[in-house]
Nanobody, 110 residues
Framework: VQLQASGGGLVQAGGSLRLSCVVS????????VTWFRQAPGKQREMVAY???????HSIDSVKGRFSVSRDSAKNTVYLQMDNLQPEDTGVYYC?????WGQGTQVTVSS
């Protein structure tokens, strides 16, 4: 199983980014994928996930701004991030079980 995250970048506060996690080895249609982030000097935290049945969940600090979805045909999970704030800055990782993507940097300037 391999996961490859991409889509990070530098944006101003209020901007948007869409992260992609391309998964190989398992089908995202029947497997959960989770997005984590790690801010400088802080522990890695779970941000949002999508379950095999399509149920999604996100942490309170991003509710209404971030949404997770998937494209089974592309075997890809997305994290749409709107109204980004400086506190969203960090390296974002996608995860399935014990497998992690390489991370993509998101920097939000004020």
């Amino acid at each position: 199983v391999q996961l490859q995250a991409s889509g990070g970048g530098l944006v101003q506060a209020g901007g948007s980014l869409r992260l992609s996690c391309v998964v190989s080895g398992v089908s995202v249609a029947v497997n959960a994928v989770t997005w984590f982030r790690q801010a400088p000097g802080k522990q890695r935290e779970m941000v949002a996930y999508i379950l095999s049945g399509g149920t999604t969940h996100s942490i309170d600090s991003v509710k209404g701004r971030f949404s997770v979805s998937r494209d089974s045909a592309k075997n890809t999970v997305y994290l749409q991030m709107d109204n980004l704030q400086p506190e969203d800055t960090g390296v974002y990782y996608c995860n399935h079980g014990i497998r992690w993507g390489q991370g993509t940097q998101v920097t939000v300037s004020s």
